[in-house]
């Protein structure tokens, strides 16, 4: 299968930055679509930024400006640079990765968790 492993979250104070990193391993051909999502006790997961094997990206209202994604195809790696960090960016951060077999197939990674004190 796909092992996704990720990194970079933890405590940081409001105006600050973070960088998270998910690297994908695993029975992987090629990657499709690659993102970050996030969720909060009681609420649905959402989308934070996702980008295609173009390049393309889209990003959720609240973090354009601030969040930047990014991927590294030879390392099957995709990032996120978070800056001027808000209490509202409080979440448990999940990567998601399609890989390409047959067809699409999703995958998730377990979650990081991002904390910002005001």
């Known amino acids: 299968q796909v092992q996704l492993v990720e990194s970079g979250g933890g405590l940081v104070q409001a105006g600050g930055s973070l960088r998270l990193s998910c690297a994908a391993s695993?029975?992987?051909?090629?990657?499709?679509?690659m993102g970050w999502y996030r969720q909060t006790p009681g609420k649905l997961r959402e989308l934070v930024a996702r980008?295609?094997?173009?390049?393309?990206?889209n990003y959720a209202d609240s973090v354009k400006g601030r969040f930047t994604i990014s991927r590294d195809n030879a390392k099957n790696t995709v990032y996120l640079q978070m800056n001027n960090l808000k209490p509202e960016d409080t979440a448990v951060y999940y990567c998601?990765?399609?890989?390409?077999?047959?067809?699409?197939?999703?995958?998730w990674g377990k979650g990081t968790l991002v904390t910002v004190s005001s």
């Open positions: 998601y990765v399609e890989v390409r077999w047959a067809t699409l197939q999703p995958f």
């Open positions: 695993g029975r992987i051909v090629s990657i499709n679509d």
């Open positions: 980008i295609s094997i173009g390049n393309s990206t």
